[in-house]
């Protein structure tokens, strides 16, 4: 169960900035969204506490009164892992929230599962599979899915740490060795992306005093301890908590000389090397490690300060470091009387946002998001400033970032005061700066393709074949503004250049602006001018032109975006108050495509193709429908529709990245029958209001397989992807005349069950008739 809280309050200031948004010829997106995650079904004691936010931002786990859950977007909650397990924890999720870990109790033992909407729960099994004392817990997932670490009671009783693969089974990773009274015990706390590569601690025999050690296990090498800060002090100890996607850094926290514990940052080059704190942290210094950016360049924390309260405690503030920088302060939201107190809870994979907790200077406990351009700010403050009120929640909590740093994942006290877990969108401005034009550029088709001699790397089939199945709907974008072009001219005949309101006036020209997005990080905007002429009192004919802009997300921060320009023409005839309703229209446009597509060379390494496009796409819609008058000021207008639009895409050979590719040109054609109603109510002479539903069923639909070479390599090839089948549409909208002459229309389209295709669009415009 999700649902969006949006309180949007309207100043005349705000008024005309909306208005303005609204008529530029690229319309802004509304980027900032709240959506709460809800409840699992039947229960009565209501909870949800998500624990960790998938890297790609669409799933969340966590943990609700009855057990662990899981939450993606588009979806309901899950009870995870249903009825197998009792007493779930779960502990990890994959980088595309695919492949969620915990642990349970299940059949008298206490094991570690994994669990895919797939094939449910399944059971890892333990190192000793016989008796009664049986035990194992998994404590992190691979980003890839495929591998699981954690630690099971082996054959010897002892508590050991364990790597986990589908065809491997569950393999014990041994010991750096026993503790000062025999005592053994390790356990593997993290994983890197693929999984070959896992860190946590265990006890070893070097010296007598030694409580834990940090350690690093591969495949190759086996276990290797890390060492500590120093030497550790007196009673030395050191654990490992994050590693970097190659496996090659290690963050954590040890003892240090002083017996202080200490973040640390560890190489195979330098080894383990001491953080430090910010300042000197006071006499009884302290920092510790809340998290590491894939490539181990940026780590975040928390550290005692200088500073000490009355009654003696050092408090603390959150740290980000880098190599160049050391650790550096992140300072705090305000200063109060209980202050100040900051910590870090995360930060994104690429290192570009944290999240965490802060004091205010209003006593209260606030959350952060730190960005170098922006620095720290309240997040309730910055969301409220973009018009969602979450003032009404006590927001307790910051559990998670995705990996672009736009998505954070949370939980506080519902207006209910009931625990509940939230996502946040709040995206940041793009810092790759577009390619420079050339003035000369001529069509791509037009030039010799130059030559690419790619660089040594590696690519699994798989993950070939994801990057390009992450391409195979960027046709569809060019679809969408075809089929949104008609839509405009559907607003523009019946909300700013009705036949009936330009019966006395013969011209209504007109200035519309269109939004569109996707929830899956996709945006649109169109702006649109044009003429309408009154050919007799019931039929209108319009022309207009428009310019369109398009931004859309790919995986691992790709990027599609598209430039779109073109023309549309429509007639509209309205019968008077009653009767006949028909309109009809065409739209054709070109399209320029600026397309990035990322994938992974190797187990780790983000490899970035990129390439130019053009194309275009063309459409036409009919509709017929019949008014009834009811009441006086009311009519209802029932109708049917049916649309037709076709994009193409020319071939284009990418540049730059380990393996670019040569694709061949493509294309998606659609054709949808609508059937609705629509209700307009006339408030006043100068108000209208109006709303529709309608349900959609696409009669035919074709998306091309994307196919190319890998260049200097083979052919290669994914399959089309699926289309949408049926759908549902609600709208609303209104219209207000300013002057006899001159109109102020808006409305907004919420779609439902449709994939792939804007979920929303909004249109409003100004028209004047003469």
Known sequence: MSSSL????????????????????????????????????????????????????????????????????????????????????????????????????????????????????????FLTPVGDNNYSGAAAVSQDGQVVVG????????????????????????FLGANHSGSRLSAGLVTNYSGNTVAGHSTNATR?????????????????????????????????????????????????????????????EHGMQGLGFIGDGGTTPSSSVAGMSSDGSVIVGASTTPIISTDGIYYQQAFRWTEETGMVGLGYLGIGNIGPISMARGISADGSTIIGASTTAQDKIDLFVWRSDTGMFSLVDFMFAQGIDLRDWVMADA?????????????????????????????????????????????????????????????????????????????????????GALQDQRFISTE???????????????????????????????????VAVALSPSLSLGVSAYLGNQHYDLRLDGKNKMDSYGGALFLNYSEGKQGLRA???????????????????????????????????????????????????????????????????????????????????RKANETDMRLGSELRYNLTDAVNVNGGVAWVHRLSGELDRVSGTVVGWSETSV?????????????????????????????????????YQPDTSVRAGLSVSF
């Not at 963050?251 to 202080?260: Q, T």
């Not at 992974?600 to 009919?622: F, K, L, P, Q, T």
Request: glycine share 12%.
């Open 583 to 665: 309109f009809g229209a065409v739209t054709a446009s070109h399209l320029d495509y600026d397309l990035r597509r990322h994938y992974r060379n190797g187990s780790y390494n983000i490899s970035r193709s990129s390439g130019e496009s053009s194309g275009h796409a063309v459409g036409g819609m009919v509709r017929l429908g019949w008014a009834f008058n009811p009441q006086e000021s009311v009519s209802v207008i029932p109708f049917a529709e049916l649309s037709w639009a076709k994009a193409t895409m020319k071939g284009y050979r990418e540049q730059g990245g380990t393996f670019p590719i040569d694709f061949d040109g």
């Open 496 to 530: 700013q250049c009705a036949s009936e309101g330009v019966r006395d006036k013969r011209y209504c020209t007109f200035i519309t602006g269109a939004g569109e997005f996707w929830r899956g990080d996709g945006t649109q905007g169109r702006g649109s001018v044009g």
């Open 151 to 174: 630690s099971s009671r082996n054959v010897s009783n002892e508590m050991e740490a364990f790597r986990w693969t589908e065809d491997g089974g569950m393999q014990g990773l041994g």
């Open 6 to 125: 949006a309180i949007f309050r309207i100043t005349p200031l705000n008024s005309l900035i909306y208005l303005s948004l609204f008529l530029s010829p690229t319309l802004s997106a509304l980027d900032y969204s709240f959506d709460r995650i809800g409840f699992l079904p039947g229960e009565e004691n209501t909870s949800s506490m998500i624990s960790h936010l998938s890297r790609d931002g669409s799933t969340v786990i966590g943990a609700a009164v009855n057990g662990g859950f899981v939450w993606s977007t588009g979806n309901s909650m899950i009870d995870v892992p249903g009825s197998v397990f009792t007493n779930v924890y779960l502990s990890g999720v994959s980088a595309n929230g695919a492949v969620v870990v915990g642990s349970g109790s299940h059949n008298a033992s206490y094991e570690a599962f994994r669990w895919t909407a797939e094939k449910g729960a399944q059971s890892l099994g």
């Open 719 to 755: 399959s089309a992807a699926k289309l949408p089948t049926d759908w549902s549409e609600v709208s609303l909208g209104a219209s207000y005349k300013l002057t006899p002459d001159m109109n102020v229309s808006a409305s907004t389209t919420s779609t439902i069950g449709r994939s």
């Open 208 to 268: 007598p005093n030694i409580f834990r050690e940090a350690f690093i296990w591969t495949e190759s090498e086996g276990m290797q301890g890390l060492g500590f800060i120093g030497d550790g002090g007196t009673a030395p100890q050191s654990a490992a908590r994050y590693l970097s996607d190659d496996g090659l850094v290690v963050a954590g926290e040890s003892s240090n000389a002083n017996d202080h514990t200490e973040a640390f940052r560890w190489t195979k």
């Open 399 to 483: 559990s998670g970032v995705s990996g672009n740093g736009e998505i954070i994942s949370g939980a506080g006290y519902n207006p209910d005061m009931a625990i509940e877990g939230w996502l946040i969108r709040l995206p940041k401005p793009s810092v790759t700066p577009d390619p420079p034009t050339d003035p000369e550029k001529t069509d791509p088709e037009d030039k010799p393709k130059p030559p690419v001699t790619p660089p040594v790397g590696f690519i699994s089939v798989s993950e070939l074949n994801r990057s390009m199945s992450d391409m195979a709907y960027v046709p569809m974008s060019g679809l969408s503004v075809a089929q």
